[in-house]
């Protein structure tokens, strides 16, 4: 099976813009997750979509936001751009059913001037 | 809310030593203990996990310990390799609750 894609893999925005990202899950897989990595802050949990409709979210401001599609795929949206922004937004997948191995993409890598 | 602790943020050691990563957490319904792997440029990956159920899982050089009283479990790398050096994460979870909770990582560097 192919693996999580996420497009693109690198980006480089001004403050003030806004940006969406892909997703692409593994073929079979209803759950989509998002995380936001900076150095030294390890993963932090952004949102998770199963079956079109967000399950769980973090404690992120409104100006982080998502959707799913019907065929599993996910885009996650971040508006009005700060610095603080600029991270590795890594998405992972799984079946769904709760508690198993979660399988991550590449990550797409955004800088914010 | 719940969170898991994991130390040591970096852990240096020599070619063909054991290393041993510790992660507390505090959620004591947390049933499912995976631990990821994060290569430079790369996702993280599933190394090994362990359910509450169990007290010890071994895979080759992995083995993975979880003490339920005590809420924490440790992840063991035995006969270290050049190819061992990456971030570890450690995570928690209960199954019905479908997400993770995530350690800060451990930065592991095998010296030569």
């Known amino acids: 099976k192919a693996g999580v894609t996420q497009t693109p893999r690198y980006l480089i925005k001004t403050r003030g813009q806004q940006v969406t990202l892909s997703c692409s899950p593994i073929?079979?897989?209803?759950?989509v997750s998002w995380y936001q990595q900076t150095p030294g802050q390890g993963l932090q949990f952004l949102f998770e979509?199963?079956?079109?409709?967000?399950?769980n979210k973090g404690n992120f401001p409104g100006r982080f936001s998502g959707r799913q599609f019907s065929n599993s795929r996910s885009e996650m949206n971040v508006s009005t751009l700060e610095l603080g922004d600029s991270a590795l937004y890594l998405c992972?997948?799984?079946?769904?059913?709760?508690?198993?191995?979660?399988?991550f993409g590449p990550g797409t890598r955004l800088l914010v001037l | 809310g719940e969170n898991v602790e994991q130390h040591p943020s970096t852990l240096s050691v020599q070619e063909g030593d054991s290393a041993v990563i510790k992660c507390t957490y505090s959620?004591?319904?947390?049933?499912?203990f995976p631990w990821y792997k994060q290569e430079l440029g790369k996702g993280p990956q599933l190394i090994i996990d362990?359910?509450?159920n169990v007290g010890e899982k071994k895979d080759q050089r992995i083995a993975v310990t979880l003490n339920k009283t005590a809420k924490h479990f440790s992840l063991h790398i035995t006969e270290t390799q050049p190819e061992d050096s990456a971030v570890y994460f450690c995570?928690?979870?209960?199954?019905?609750?479908?997400?993770?909770?995530w350690g800060a990582g451990t930065k592991l560097i095998i010296k030569p």
């Open positions: 992972a997948s799984t079946d769904g059913a709760g508690g198993e191995t979660q399988y």
């Open positions: 073929s079979g897989h209803r759950s």
């Open positions: 979509y199963f079956s079109e409709t967000q399950r």
């Open positions: 959620d004591s319904a947390s049933n499912y």
């Open positions: 362990i359910r509450s």
């Open positions: 995570a928690a979870s209960r199954v019905s609750n479908y997400q993770l909770i």
